[in-house]
């Protein structure tokens, strides 16, 4: 036995104690699907439009090797496929169209047909797609507004561009036979105090309530709305606040809340709303981020945050019943190694999730041994989880080590560094 299995047979010893099967966990977390956002390879740029960024968002840094094209990007993904362990899901927004008959087609007139190379690209690696009609960075967000605008031309374009996503959504989920997240974010908002705040949330519900007539199979088509507290020069308010889109989902069937955690006041957590969600709701919809200060979208640790999240939705029995999706960007690093960094974050938090043992730490809060509870909770911390993340990366056919790096750094040399 090599120096490696041994060392997993030792965890595994260690684990079994706790009465946790550890070869059963790695194999059930090789099944959760978990959506990798295809905008981390270009700074969220897409293909569709040359328009800066809107809505509120910023990517910042300048590392060079960023994809210029959609066969670029499809090679950069294939590599973050290569290098992390784990079912992924690709989560694709509508600005990645690929007009592949060389016509274009504005946002509001996208066909099934414009995506055909993201089908293709997940029945490749046998994984499904999730979607998001992309309100942003385009010349018909006017004043920054394009679901809750005043001008009904404006209004009408953004809301033939939802009807044309939930079409897309829904021939993504007939392609795939899996269902299609399609989640609905926009940043309409204002810098400074505004005069009206419902008018443009009732505009926003009446713009919802018409995507949503369109047509589509419910129990394959999953609608959400995303929230969000504030962004860069949208400091004052945002339409599709908390409140707004919660009450929106729990009144109208089928439509889930989607929480991103870098979308709340700083000292909010999102892994105390995920249960609290979970008692309401039959399925809801998480985006896994790191916020830093007024940064919503930096790239997701291994941290306290996001190893609660985990834990939520394990101990929970809620992994069957959480969509969940990354969303960061990050262009100053090496943006093969951020999203991997991200992804294979995320995968250690449910791993390290999977390996608590959930029931009895539930039964020592039940009977009052907060004692107990924090004592166990402390040296679980140290139990040999780094072992078990071994053993699955090698089950997965992917390395464990600072070795999967180096990877990252011929891909640079070979490929990134070729782009100028
Ligand atoms: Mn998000």
């Not at 926009?186 to 009446?206: H, Q």
């Not at 250690?348 to 907060?370: H, I, R, S, V, W």
Request: with cysteine; hydrophobic share 35%; net charge negative.
């Amino acid at each position: 036995m090599n120096k490696n299995k041994q060392i997993y047979e030792y965890a595994r010893e260690q684990y079994a104690r706790l009465e946790i099967d550890t070869d059963k966990v790695i194999d059930e977390l090789a099944k959760v699907p978990v959506s990798l956002h295809c905008w981390q390879g270009d700074d969220v740029k897409g293909f569709d439009s040359d328009s800066p960024l809107s809505g509120g968002i910023q990517t910042t840094g300048n590392y060079p090797g960023a994809a210029r094209s959609p066969k670029e990007l499809f090679d950069d993904l294939r590599k973050v496929i290569e290098i992390t362990p784990g079912k992924k899901k690709i989560n694709v927004h509508a600005s990645y169209a690929v007009f592949e008959d060389g016509k274009f087609r504005n946002r509001n007139e996208l066909i099934p047909e414009d995506f055909k190379a993201w089908v293709d690209f997940a029945k490749e690696y046998n994984v499904g797609l999730d979607f998001n009609p992309t309100f942003f960075g385009h010349s018909m967000v006017k004043d920054g507004l394009t679901l809750t605008s005043p001008d009904e031309s404006v209004r009408e374009f953004w809301i033939e561009h939802g009807k044309a996503c939930v079409r897309i959504a829904n021939y993504f989920a007939s392609e795939l036979g899996e269902p299609c997240v399609l989640n609905f974010w926009i940043g309409d908002g204002f810098k400074d105090i505004p005069a009206d705040r419902l008018s443009p949330r009732l505009r926003y519900k009446d713009s919802l309530d018409k995507i949503l007539s369109e047509k589509y199979d419910p129990r394959m088509v999953k609608p959400c709305v995303e929230s969000k507290v504030f962004g860069i020069g949208v400091e004052s308010y945002t339409a599709g606040s908390s409140e707004f889109t919660l009450n929106y989902a729990a009144t109208h069937k089928g439509v889930l809340p989607l929480m991103d955690n870098g979308h709340y006041h700083p000292t909010e957590v999102v892994y105390d709303k995920i249960p609290a969600l979970l008692a309401y709701y039959d399925e809801i919809a998480l985006h896994i981020t790191r916020p830093v200060r007024w940064d919503s979208d930096h790239v997701v640790l291994f941290d306290d945050e996001t190893r609660e999240m985990a834990k939520e939705i394990v101990r929970n029995d809620a992994l069957g019943r959480v969509y969940m999706a990354l969303d960061f960007f990050d262009a100053s690093i090496n943006r093969i190694g951020a999203w991997s960094v991200g992804f294979r974050s995320w995968q250690k938090a449910l791993l390290n999730a999977m390996l608590t043992p959930n029931d009895k730490l539930k039964a020592l809060q039940e009977n009052g041994e907060f004692g107990k509870l924090m004592a166990y909770q402390e040296e679980i911390k140290t139990y040999p989880f780094g072992a078990v993340w071994d053993e699955y990366c090698d089950r997965c056919l992917v390395r464990s080590d600072f070795g999967w790096y180096d990877d990252v750094i011929s891909y640079e040399k070979e490929v990134l560094s070729k782009r100028r």
